[in-house]
């Protein structure tokens, strides 16, 4: 069975500083992963995915993960952060079903930004 | 603007009250989900549709009843909720036939049962 774990429910940074957020996946298939963000009254949103090939993985607004296998881990990253970075994140991996694709979520990270 | 239209946007019902969630994509999205998202929580999956036929129920009580009437609409009918069931709910929507595809997301109906 795969899962998915996120750790710390709560991260705070300053601005400008490095944003951190960890994932764990747990896979006995070669893993499709995503970062998804959710903003307050809002769905959410595709941030980024690994699929296969280049590890390092870029996004949207400055964020890029990257898969390292032999830690089973898809940590998101961004080099500075800005006060719209403040959401939640959601770090979820791909059950491979045939004509949909299951998602399996980590129970999120809350971003805080502050001046 | 999200690709997925989600209506209404908030609903609020008696325990009584018959309703209905309306999703729309007119990306040619083959998949579609239902989701239930509480607050602080990551979105549950309810429903998924492929190819406008169900491939999952993950054990959704009845007074849930989802519809595909074609490939670019997703209904979620509504009765006999119980405040518990209050919620945003998301519908989303994926290429059907691509494994990695990602999930595109409605901004959802916020549903509070009274």
């Known amino acids: 069975a795969q899962s998915v774990t996120q750790l710390g429910s709560h991260v705070s940074v300053s601005e400008g500083a490095l944003v951190l957020l960890r994932c764990n996946y747990s896979?006995?298939?070669?893993?499709?992963l995503f970062w998804y963000v959710q903003y307050p009254n809002q769905g959410l949103q595709l941030l980024l995915k690994?699929?296969?090939?280049?590890?390092l993985v870029k996004g949207i607004n400055g964020f890029e993960a990257e898969f390292k296998k032999s830690e089973t881990s898809f940590h998101l990253t961004k080099p500075s952060a800005h006060m719209s970075d403040a959401a939640e994140y959601f770090c979820?991996?791909?059950?491979?079903?045939?004509?949909?694709?299951?998602?399996?979520f980590g129970a999120g990270t809350r971003l805080a930004v502050h001046p | 603007d999200t690709e997925v239209t989600q209506t209404p946007k908030h609903l609020v019902m008696g325990m009584t009250n018959k309703k209905s969630l309306k999703c729309e994509q007119h990306?040619?999205?083959?998949?579609m989900y239902w989701y239930k998202q509480k607050a602080k929580k990551p979105p549950e999956l309810m429903f998924v549709?492929?190819?406008?036929?169900?491939?999952i129920n993950e054990s959704v009580p009845s007074r849930f009843s989802p519809e595909c009437p074609n490939s670019s609409l997703l209904n979620l009918h509504l009765h006999a909720l119980q405040p518990e069931d209050s919620a945003l709910y998301l519908c989303?929507?994926?290429?059907?036939?691509?494994?990695?595809?990602?999930?595109?997301f409605g901004n959802g109906t916020r549903l509070t049962v009274t």
């Open positions: 990306m040619g999205h083959r998949a």
């Open positions: 989303a929507s994926s290429q059907g036939d691509i494994y990695n595809s990602p999930l595109h």
């Open positions: 690994y699929t296969t090939g280049a590890t």
């Open positions: 549709y492929s190819y406008e036929k169900l491939s």
């Open positions: 896979s006995s298939v070669p893993p499709y």
């Open positions: 979820a991996v791909s059950s491979l079903e045939r004509g949909y694709n299951k998602l399996i």
